[in-house]
């Protein structure tokens, strides 16, 4: 099938703002009237709150209000509803929001905060998540339902599928190995910000925020404000990266909400890079004890997992990545047998949100680790092994997940040729000094949304205006991904239509049609389908005015080069032509339609069991690393990376989600790693937190894998959170292969890497 | 914290007079202020003033000049002068050290004087310029000039021999006799490739004539103890020795020589064992 | 004053962007005399007798992009946009220096040149091609 403009590489459509300067973020809004709001935070992070004082802070001047957890009358955040805007009586971890000002400038707001005396009782913290798990130690949230019979869980998981006994005794190898992964963090280019607008006399409150989800993020401030929905409105500026930190609704938010409330004007909190670190969400830290078995051919047989997340003081939707890990040990390549447990678990730690990714980089990380150890125990080749055990296409795996379409094994098979890895199995050092090598992962992720809310949905509105001018409502957002220009190559292509014809609205939820929001790798696919579903619509509604204007039937219609043509006849008209005379000659009807799909993914059930997405996503991944041996650095020179995107829509934008996701993932395998001490962040700055620069990134290699998924636009399916997934452990593997040690932790630091070549060389514990 | 006087000396005689007028205040210097800036951000400091001589005009203490001695280099020279100075490019070590600082837009800005006065123990420059045996030329407000061998002007972390009368001019790199072989570099040791603080570094400058024999050597440890050290022991040790022949024996006693002179610390970036064990096999690998 | 600040809350040109405010992420790049130079750490007093370029003023007065702007936009170097002002005035510059001395540069030139920008969304790739380009 050959197209028109799917398929072709296609520059961003709002790329020429974002690039003079134009676009308006978050940090660049000033409305009349501004103030600056601060938020004072704990000075331990575990302690009983005695009193407040605000009095020398309400009197300085510039100060217009002052809020503590007592002036204001608000539900708990989050689905476990413990988590207090405001904290009253107990502090919990140090990103604990005390109290809120604002202020006519930032620094009078700052210095209104040194104003504020708080007495505390500091408490002995619980920074280790097996420490919280004890019988004699404290309930660490007072608001916590706890789960699994211990206060301290916040969320418990078990999934099985198969028979675990019977698929052990058919194990020729068993390989048994706790795997630690840290906290990380998005370090997205723009911090936190949020303007709040409350307008007093009609009582509506807008949000200028950078949330990913804006209808829930409507629809959970109503009810921790306890106001009516319909009175917020949630507009979207330029989002400076998303990454998943802002699927969650933070206390900074409705703070700047109340704060706005209370002085009736606008208020803007905007986080320094500082407290971006401190107070942001960040990847799950988890603990994975994993014991796979595999029998004398290399087939998998079981799989039995234990995990304990690091879930810190408040419960996210980050404790959710229980339900994504679920699937890649149930479901990536074929496995008989499976046992899951995953424990989320509260410390006074900082709570971890979703980030890019959700759980599966760690699970894949313990998974495919462990697969390269039994390949090692079998004497069997690292590409054979996998390849052996891929899933394929019409799977429906132990899990209940249906591989309509899977492209995993052509995926293994391009980036096993491509990376010369036969030429170099028996390994090679460039020197004594460098030695190079190459290890493989693969990943399986939703490419077509999941079903965790009760609609996975998302609506879209079409007009065509008099002009021929196509305007695309899409519930769908926009943070750097590039959905919207996706979106308007799909109609180009279907109506026949110019981009430069083509506008996407998708940033204010009192204009836009409701779509659950960006996570999931979802938007290509469910706004893509929500909108072939309305342009299919338009099509009708404007063929049927057709027929009536010329000689041609509905069937007859192409829609190609700014008209609307018969086939048979060649007789056409122009696309505005017809527009206007379905608006202004009878049935005088404005060119309008609107379309909301609904995938066809199903709840799981109690046991987890089901098609949780509309399609999945299979990567896999080979990568070639240098290590030195003198100073333990390690160089990733070159990743390979085959993906089943289903379609490729847009090469530029799919090469786009590859790079990024792929150097993302290496500075988590290598160099980034959030420092803390007793619950305090040693690290807060990009000085310290060790970003990947453009000097430290590989050559990148993609091979798309085009498997046709049906149920996609076009055959496309998400996927943007797998290139991050696989690059990690692939990594890990490569050094494990080249040095003989094992890294079973990340970051590898060069001075872990150091370490665990001199342990070998002094016949230690690897 | 960002409030503070600023006092901008166009000439020498107005600095030095605005030397003397805040001599006894709490006064500090900007110049490229990309260390600075960070700094007064991070504590209060209460009645500051900063001399800010970002638009000083004089010679002495902004250009790059050959003299009979060697090439001085004036202490408000940028990193980006010092790259662009055919005169310097004779010494790598120098050059490499100076590429490895930070951006190119910290680079821009960033000073000689500023790297050398913030008196880091992980200078990159001020590591560099020890091996080179540099000379600070150091003006005190009475107009008068002394100087101070670069590996005796820091005196602990953040601190050197600088008084309060007194601002660092220029530094002076000596030259050498041309010659045949030139083995120098800076290896400097991070977690990634670009925008690091050295993990641990090592700056060496060593030249041996047509023979392979070793004429001149200098060498200078950064990151591994509270100052920047001069390794005069492992430099002493390869004179006369030839580079080309030196033994595997030859090479790790340098290297036990260049360690005698680490204590390094564990902190959040590094560890204590793998700064020795790095610092070790770098400078083992420099032959 | 922070010249950074002088740009975005006095003049009210908002293109140079507060990414870290400590110099290690290059969003608030401008030119000073040509030169890229990070406004975080730039105090406000020392322009005087410079000139100063922001983004803005690559389009000033103008229909069209600057070349390194219709580089990147071309080359899908622009992903959610935030550190991308700082990228363009970090090419911007190089690409100037390089031309006044006919210079051609390599790739590793290149991403020299940019170690100082930090970008989350792009991998970097794009942008260095888009660079690449203009040679």
Not at chain 1, 715 to 728: D, I, S
């Amino acid at each position: 099938m050959s197209y028109k403009i799917i398929g072709k590489p296609t520059p961003k459509l709002d790329a020429g703002d974002r690039v003079s300067g134009k676009s308006v973020y978050g940090h660049d809004i000033e409305l009349p009237g501004m103030l600056h709001g601060a938020i004072l935070r704990a000075k331990y992070p575990s302690a009983i709150i005695k009193s407040i004082d605000v009095s020398k802070a309400i009197k300085l001047i510039g100060v217009h209000c002052i809020i503590t957890a007592n002036d204001v009358d608000t539900e708990n955040l989050s689905y476990r509803k413990d988590h207090p805007v405001l904290k009253k009586g107990e502090v919990n971890c140090i990103r604990d929001e005390i109290a809120a000002v604002a202020a006519d400038t930032k620094k009078i707001a700052e210095n209104a905060l040194n104003l504020i005396e708080v007495d505390y009782e500091e408490k002995a913290g619980i920074f280790n998540p097996e420490e919280a798990l004890k019988e004699n130690a404290p309930r660490i949230n007072q608001f916590s339902k706890g789960d699994n019979g211990n206060k301290n869980i916040s969320e418990s998981f078990h999934y099985e599928h198969g028979d675990l006994e019977v698929e052990k005794k058919k194990s020729a190898v068993t390989v048994t190995r706790r795997y630690t992964l840290p906290k990380v963090t998005h370090a997205c280019m723009a911090p936190s910000n949020i303007t709040a607008d409350y307008s007093p006399i009609n009582d509506v409150l807008t949000l200028y925020s950078s949330t990913q989800v804006p209808f829930l993020y409507q629809r959970e401030i109503s009810q921790v404000l306890k106001i009516d929905p319909s009175k917020i409105r949630v507009i979207q500026p330029i989002i400076g990266g998303g990454f998943g930190s802002k699927l969650d609704l933070h206390p900074f938010e409705p703070i700047c909400a109340l704060l706005s409330m209370k002085t009736g004007k606008p208020v803007q909190i905007l986080f320094s890079r500082e407290e971006e670190f401190h107070h942001s969400a960040i990847r799950q830290s988890m603990v994975i004890d994993l014991t796979t078995g595999a029998d004398e051919q290399g087939n998998f047989t079981f799989r039995k997992a234990t995990i304990i997340k690091d879930n810190g003081a408040y419960t996210s939707w980050g404790a959710r990545t229980s339900f994504v890990m679920m699937q890649t040990f149930s479901s990536l390549y074929k496995v008989p047998a499976c046992v899951y447990d995953a424990h989320a678990v509260y410390t006074n730690n900082v709570f971890a949100g979703s980030f890019r990714g959700f759980g599966n980089p760690q699970a894949t990380f313990s998974l495919e680790r462990n697969i390269d150890l039994m390949a090692d125990e079998l004497g069997m080749d690292k590409g054979e092994i996998r390849l052996i055990n891929s899933n394929f296409p019409g799977e429906i795996t132990g899990q209940g997940l249906e591989y309509k379409s899977c492209g995993l094994k052509p995926a293994l098979e391009a980036v096993i040729k491509n990376s010369g890895y036969e030429a170099a199995k028996n390994g090679h050092g460039k020197s004594d000094r460098f030695k190079q090598g190459i290890g493989f992962a693969s990943m399986l992720h939703v490419g077509g949304g999941a079903k965790i809310y009760p609609s996975d949905g998302c609506g879209t509105t079409l007009k065509m205006d008099p002009y021929g001018f196509l305007t695309i409502l899409t519930g769908s957002s926009e943070i750097g991904q590039g959905s919207e220009t996706v979106l308007a190559m799909m109609a180009s292509e279907e109506l026949g239509i110019p981009l430069d014809k083509i506008k996407v609205i998708n940033s204010d939820t009192t204009i836009k049609p409701w779509d659950v929001g960006v996570h999931a790798s979802r938007t290509s696919f469910v706004a893509g389908n929500s909108l072939l579903g309305a342009l299919n619509k338009l099509k009708q509604k404007l063929g049927k005015r057709a027929t009536q204007l010329f000689n041609t039937t509905e069937e007859d219609l192409l829609f190609q080069n700014g008209e609307i043509q018969s086939e048979k006849s060649g007789d056409s008209l122009k696309i505005d032509k017809v527009v206007r005379a379905l608006h202004f000659k009878p049935p005088h009807e404005l060119c309008e339609v609107s379309y909301f799909y609904e995938p066809s993914s199903k709840f799981q059930d109690k046991e987890f069991k089901g098609n949780v997405s509309g399609c999945y996503a299979f990567a896999a991944q080979a990568v070639e690393v240098e290590v030195d041996t003198l100073t333990g650095k390690v160089d990733v020179l070159n990743v390979h990376v085959g993906q089943d995107v289903g379609k490729v829509l847009n090469p530029m934008g799919i090469e786009g989600q590859i790079d990024g996701g792929v150097v993302m993932g290496m500075g988590y395998a290598l160099s980034e790693e959030m420092i803390y001490e007793d619950g305090y962040l040693m690290n807060p700055t990009f000085h310290d937190y060790k970003l990947p620069t453009a000097r430290d990134i590989p050559e990148i290699h993609f091979y798309p894998i085009e498997t046709n998924e049906e149920s996609g636009p076009f055959g496309a399916k998400g996927m943007a959170e797998a290139p991050l997934v696989p690059t990690p452990v692939a990594i890990a593997n490569a050094v494990s292969n080249i040095l003989g040690v094992e890294i079973n932790s990340l970051p590898m630091t060069p001075e872990k890497v150091m370490r665990a070549i001199h342990d070998k060389k002094n016949g230690g514990e690897a | 914290m960002m409030d503070f006087n600023t006092i901008t000396p166009l000439t020498t005689d107005a600095l030095l007079k605005a030397m003397k007028e805040t001599e006894g205040n709490n006064v500090r210097f900007g110049a490229g202020y990309t260390d600075l800036i960070l700094e007064l951000e991070m504590k209060k400091e209460p009645d500051l003033t900063v001399i800010n001589l970002s638009q000083l005009v004089d010679d002495d203490f902004k250009s790059i000049t050959k003299r009979e001695s060697g090439i001085t280099i004036g202490s408000l020279a940028t990193m980006t002068d010092v790259l662009a100075d055919t005169n310097l490019q004779q010494f790598p070590v120098l050059i490499e050290a100076v590429e490895s600082v930070a951006s190119v837009q910290i680079r821009s800005v960033a000073t000689v004087g500023g790297n050398i006065c913030t008196a880091s123990p992980a200078g990159d420059v001020s590591c560099a310029l020890v091996a080179l045996d540099a000379a600070c030329e150091i003006l005190d407000t009475g107009g008068k000039i002394r100087t101070v061998p670069i590996a005796e002007f820091f005196t602990g972390v953040k601190t050197s021999v600088l008084k309060k009368n007194e601002i660092l001019r220029s530094v002076l790199v000596p030259h050498r006799k041309t010659t045949d072989r030139i083995v120098s570099g800076f290896i400097k040791i991070g977690n990634r490739n670009s925008m690091e603080i050295a993990l641990v570094s090592f700056a060496y400058y060593i030249l041996a004539d047509s023979n392979g024999d070793v004429t001149s050597s200098g060498a200078a440890i950064g990151s591994v103890a509270e100052t920047i050290k001069s390794t005069e022991s492992a430099c002493e040790f390869l004179m006369g020795k030839n580079i080309e022949h030196l033994t595997k024996t030859d090479k790790g006693k340098f290297a036990d020589l260049v360690l005698e002179y680490a204590c390094p610390i564990s902190d959040i970036r590094a560890s204590a064992w793998y700064r020795r064990q790095v610092l070790w096999n770098i400078s083992r690998s420099i032959f | 004053m922070l010249l950074i600040d002088l740009i975005r809350d006095e003049l009210k040109l908002k293109g140079t962007k507060p990414g870290c405010l400590e110099g290690e992420c290059g969003a608030c790049t401008v030119l000073i005399d040509g030169t890229a130079v990070n406004s975080c750490l730039y105090l406000a007093i020392n322009i005087h007798d410079k000139s100063i370029t922001t983004v803005e003023g690559l389009t000033d007065g103008r229909t069209s992009l600057d070349e390194v702007q219709e580089s990147m936009v071309n080359h899908g170097a622009v992903q959610c946009g935030f550190c991308t002002s700082g990228m363009v005035m970090a090419i911007k510059s190089f690409k100037d220096r390089c031309d006044s001395v006919n210079h051609v540069p390599d790739r590793d030139e290149i991403k020299k040149n940019l170690e100082g920008n930090i970008c989350r969304c792009t991998g970097y790739v794009k942008i260095i091609d888009s660079a690449e380009a203009l040679f």
